[in-house]
Structure formats: C-alpha cells, structure tokens
C-alpha cells in the first residue's frame, strides 16, 4: 500500500512539515516495515528546514495474514469494525463473513504504542491476551504480599518474550515470563505455569463465548474487571 501524505508542525523551527505516513501497515505484503515499526524508524522525520528530527506518530493498522493478526492503533481504534469491513477488497473475496473473520483473526484495538507491540509478541505466540491480562492482575496482587515488592511503587506489568527471557537465563517450555517494572528503572521477573494457564483459558473462553465479538477489541485490565471480575 502507497503511503500518504500528513502534516506536522517541526517543534524546532515551528514550521509545517509534510510526510509519509502508512494507514495500512501489512507486515506479510511489506515485511519491511515490521522492522522499521519497532525500531521507530517508522515515526522519526527530519525537517527540511532545520535538520530537528521528530517522532511523529500517527494512526494505522497492523495486518498479519500469516499470523492472522489485525490491531487498530491510535486515535482512530475505535472505528475498527468498519476498517475490518473494507478488507473485503483487501483480501480479494467477494463473500467476505465478518463473523467467521472474527474467529479466524485476532482483532484489538490499542491507543499505547507499548501495548500494540505486547499484543503482537503475544499472539505471534499463539497466547491469549485475555488470559494474560487476568494473570497480570494476579501476578501485581501477589506482589503487594511479597517482602521484596510491596514497598516499591509498580508502574507497569508486560509480558516477556520467550528469547528475552532466554537472554536473561529464565527460560523453560512450561512457565511465561512477565516483567514488573517499578519505579527507579527496577524490573522484577515473575511467570506462569503453563498448566495454570489453560486452565485458565478454558474457564475465559466460556464465560465469553456468548458475547458480541466486537465486546473483545479492546483487551486490558479494565477489561478483565468489567468481563471476568464482575
């Protein structure tokens, strides 16, 4: 897909700036760009005028047709069934069942850079984000018992790739690692077990096999409050 044109105003020399900018970003079509996304290539310009390279970040739409993953992020997530309905032409079908889609696919909607990049590690893994997101909730209320957590201030919980966790010497086919990250750049290691996971699963995907598809866009903790804890 050619990319378009958008507009920004240089922080430096306050002058408006035009530059390419890709609504659709297919990593199985242009496997280049996978690259270029989590370097934050994709995002960084510089200025014509003043040399100041900026982050420029806009909306768009990752497409896996390998993985079969499909992630609406920015501002414009929320207008995702309608983008999913325009793949029709896309993906060359003339009886294109958004239902059956929606099964076959993995479809979320994030607004933070950081989670578009975890549902990605997570489902090129073949794991469900549903249940990680309710392991993290378990994960951070076991943490405020432990003597060596529960004086630090926890910013963040993310799921750690297996070949991070592999570089860290953390590595075993039967645990998924998550990273606590607290305040001072501290990290702390947690995981779980892989039995505990699917059964975990299972029990999720009964509580919502019964809801509309379009309820499961976007998947984070408030989701696992509102869905699963209610």
Not at 104 to 127: G, H, P, Q, T, W
Not at 147 to 161: F, V
Not at 173 to 198: H, L, Q, S, V, W
Request: with cysteine; proline share 3%.
């Amino acid at each position: 897909m050619n990319p378009e044109k958008i507009k920004y105003t240089c922080p430096a020399c306050k002058k408006e700036v035009e530059v390419e900018a890709f609504s659709n970003i297919n990593v199985t079509l242009n496997p280049e760009l996978k690259e270029k996304l989590f370097s934050g290539e994709l995002f960084v310009h510089e200025c014509p005028y003043c040399q100041a390279k900026s982050q420029v970040m806009y909306s768009f739409i990752y497409h896996d047709m390998v993985n079969k993953i499909l992630i609406s992020f920015g501002d414009e997530a929320e207008h995702v069934e309608e983008l999913i309905q325009n793949l029709q032409s896309e993906l060359s079908e003339e009886d294109f069942d958004l239902k059956q889609f929606m099964q076959e696919y993995r479809v979320r909607s994030v607004k933070n850079i950081n989670d578009l990049f975890e549902k990605i590690y997570l489902f090129e893994a073949e794991l469900d984000d549903r249940v990680i997101e309710l392991c993290k909730l378990l994960i951070l209320d076991n943490a405020k018992e432990e003597d060596l957590l529960k004086d630090e201030k926890i910013l963040d919980i993310r799921y750690l790739p297996k070949e991070i966790m592999q570089s860290k010497g953390n590595i075993t086919d039967d645990i998924i690692g998550m990273n606590i990250y607290c305040e001072g750049d501290k990290a702390f290691i947690r995981t779980i077990e892989i039995p505990f996971y699917d059964q975990t699963k299972n029990q999720i995907i009964d509580l919502v096999r019964e809801k509309n598809l379009m309820d499961d866009l976007v998947i984070d903790q408030s989701w696992v409050e509102k869905t699963l804890l209610k």
